[in-house]
């Protein structure tokens, strides 16, 4: 009991980060497979509506192994909230809880807002936005680049490519933008 | 065997592949053993998302306000979850060539170097832009769905839609 109490606690970032790099030389040794999530879109589109489009005409099924990946990423998070619930609220910035709680974000229990995360804020102008807007973008963009954090920032970075750290400072470089200079005004929709 | 497709359009997809993560368009893609490819042989990949999950939801990496914090400057922990995964990962990349290690079905580690092309910085800014938005990289989406928050089911069909007219439009976007 006292081990899953303590694996309950949010982990740190020099255990949580180490374990991440770890999954690069697991992939390998598992059969030569790159670490990247963002390919399994893809894969996704290729094998249920391809529609005759020439990027999807590739043999998808030798690499289910990401699709296999992508599941078992699915249910780990309930592993994790089944398991190793985090019984506590989240230790975060006071300067960001200040600057959310203007925009009258008040769930501060969760990893994310349900104020701006739930069936029901999805019908708000706000959750429209950081959802369908935000997850296409992430589809659209992750493919553009040809890469994700994981495909790029930590596979391509582990494997010396510079083009990935190009990529990398371009993903910080936009979430800089957004996150300071459009946010504030799509949070007051 | 049925063809699933022309020989001439997968030449045509690899000629002008820029994605980083699809190691079979490759052209030095070296063809795995039948044994690898049995049911029971992808369940050691389930096995290692169940744990990757297990890492993205105990470690925050999921968290929009962690994602918040990380671009305002506001605290060190996902630079110090992305600085140290890509030191350990490139310690072990290193050892791995080093080593000569193979694969477990006795293969040599194969890894793929791509080039350079403009799709990194304008694919990149859109996806940096979607990041601050959903607090959400890829893994993370299937990672909330699971852990329960499960209107997450919507920005991951978002970014499928998004992959998707990648796909159709990626001829005339400039790379």
Known sequence: MHFIEYLSRPWPWYITGPLIGLTVPALLVMGNKSFGVSSSLR????????????????????????????????????????????????HLNPKL??????YGIHDYAGLLPADLFSW??????????????????????TRYAGGCTSGHSIMGLSNLQWPSLVATC???????????????????? | M??????????????????????SLHEDFAQEPPVARRLAAQLKFLLAGICFGVILIKGEVI??????????????????????????????????????????????????????????VYGGLLFGFGWALTGACPGPLYAQIGAGTTVFIVPLLSALAGTWVYGLLSRRLPH
């Open chain 1, 43 to 90: 894969h996704v589109c290729a094998a249920i509506f391809p529609a005759n489009i020439s990027y999807f005409k590739y043999d998808w099924r030798k690499e289910s192994w990401n699709l296999w990946f992508v599941m078992g990423i699915l249910l780990g998070g309930l592993v994790s909230v089944t398991i190793f619930k985090n019984p506590e609220p989240m």
């Open chain 1, 97 to 102: 809880v200040q600057e959310l709680s203007g």
């Open chain 1, 120 to 141: 029901h804020a999805l019908l708000t102008p706000r959750g429209w936005v950081l959802m369908v807007l935000g997850g296409f973008l992430v589809g659209f963009g």
């Open chain 1, 170 to 189: 371009c993903f910080m470089a936009g979430g800089f933008l957004v996150a300071n200079l459009l946010l504030p005004l799509i949070l007051q929709l």
């Open chain 2, 2 to 23: 049925i063809p699933t497709m022309s020989e001439k359009e997968t030449a045509y997809i690899r000629e002008v592949n820029t994605d980083f993560e699809v190691a």
């Open chain 2, 63 to 120: 968290s929009w306000f962690r994602i918040q914090e990380m671009f305002r400057l506001q605290s060190f922990h996902m630079y110090g979850v992305i600085g140290s995964a890509v030191v350990v990962g490139m310690v072990s990349v290193w050892i791995l060539k080093k080593g000569s290690f193979k694969t477990i079905y006795g293969m040599p580690i194969q890894l793929h170097t791509r080039a350079f092309n403009r799709g990194q």
